[in-house]
Structures are given as structure tokens and as C-alpha cells.
């Protein structure tokens, strides 16, 4: 498997309320970090506060799988990026990557996210203008997915002889 090419979606910087007792951002934080990402994305799809009033549409996380690679400390500069692994006319599975200033992998994020129409309370497929943009985000095919991506929780023990 090849690593794809992200779409940077978030620049920031640990924030002091994220470090935790332990020296380091907190796992909480990570997960945060995540979601304001997800705001981002939303906001290229043209899913800002003006694109979901208009719409009457937003993204919901339905499902999500954070692994945590690297400890990231106070002050430290972090970029999201994301790739697409998949797309419906309602849901999109989303690979995202934080790293460091040096490219170091901290976090991974792979979520489910689905297409809500908040006037109906219900899920909803992609308005056209934002099924547009969705389709330009960097995909990759299931072969191609990142390295890390598609991971499930399991303890392995090796085989009894």
C-alpha cells in the first residue's frame, strides 16, 4: 500500500488547557483536534454556518477510530490533513492524519460521517454543490488506502501450539 496524498484541512498549535498531568496533550484533546478538522473540511465543502443554513444541511460523526502514534507537548505546531476512502450519496469516510512541523505521524482519525437534513432531523443525501466539492477531495481506491487506515481494535496472541 502507497501513502496517498492528504488535503491539509487544520493548522493549530497545543493549546496549554490540552496538556494533561501527564506532560503531554491530553487524549480528550486529540480527539478535538479531530473535530475541529471535521469544521474545516465542512467549511471547504461549503458547509460553514452560511452553507448549512441555506442548505438546511450538516455532517454528523456517526463513527470514529483515533489512534494515538506520538505524544504531542505544549505549543507544538500540528497540521490535519485528510484523504477520502469513500463516498455515497450520503456518507463519506474520511481518513484524517495529524502530524508535527516535522511531518512525525501523531494521530490518526478514520471516521464515518453522514449527511444530516436538519430540517427533517434525518440523514439526507449531499446537496449537488457540496457533492461536487466532496468528489475534488483526494481519494484513494480500498488497494491504495493509507497504511493505517481500516485498523480494528484486537488484542493479537499468538497461535496455541
Known amino acids: ?13 497545543v493549546a496549554s488547557e ?14 478535538r483536534v479531530f473535530s475541529l478538522a471535521v469544521d474545516a473540511l465542512m467549511e471547504r465543502l461549503g458547509l460553514d454556518a452560511a452553507g448549512r443554513e441555506r442548505h438546511a444541511y ?30 455515497d450519496a450520503k456518507r463519506l ?13 501523531l494521530a490518526t482519525s478514520e471516521q464515518m460521517l453522514m449527511g444530516m437534513a436538519t430540517d427533517q432531523g434525518r440523514p439526507a ?15 484513494c481506491a480500498p488497494d491504495d488506502w493509507p497504511s493505517l487506515a481500516g485498523r480494528r481494535i484486537a488484542i493479537v496472541r499468538p497461535d496455541a501450539t
Open 125 to 139: 443525501a449531499f446537496p449537488p454543490e457540496v457533492a461536487e466539492r466532496l468528489a475534488t477531495l483526494p481519494g
Open 58 to 87: 450538516t455532517l454528523y460523526t456517526l463513527e470514529t477510530h483515533l489512534c494515538y502514534r506520538r505524544e504531542a507537548h505544549q505549543g507544538q505546531p500540528l497540521q490535519v490533513g485528510m484523504v477520502r476512502l469513500d463516498a
Open 93 to 105: 469516510h474520511a481518513f484524517f492524519t495529524m502530524e508535527d512541523d516535522q511531518g512525525h505521524c
Open 18 to 31: 490540552w496538556v494533561d498531568y501527564n506532560g503531554h496533550m491530553n487524549d480528550a484533546a486529540y480527539a
Open 1 to 13: 500500500m502507497s501513502e496517498t496524498p492528504s488535503l491539509r484541512v487544520l493548522e493549530t498549535r
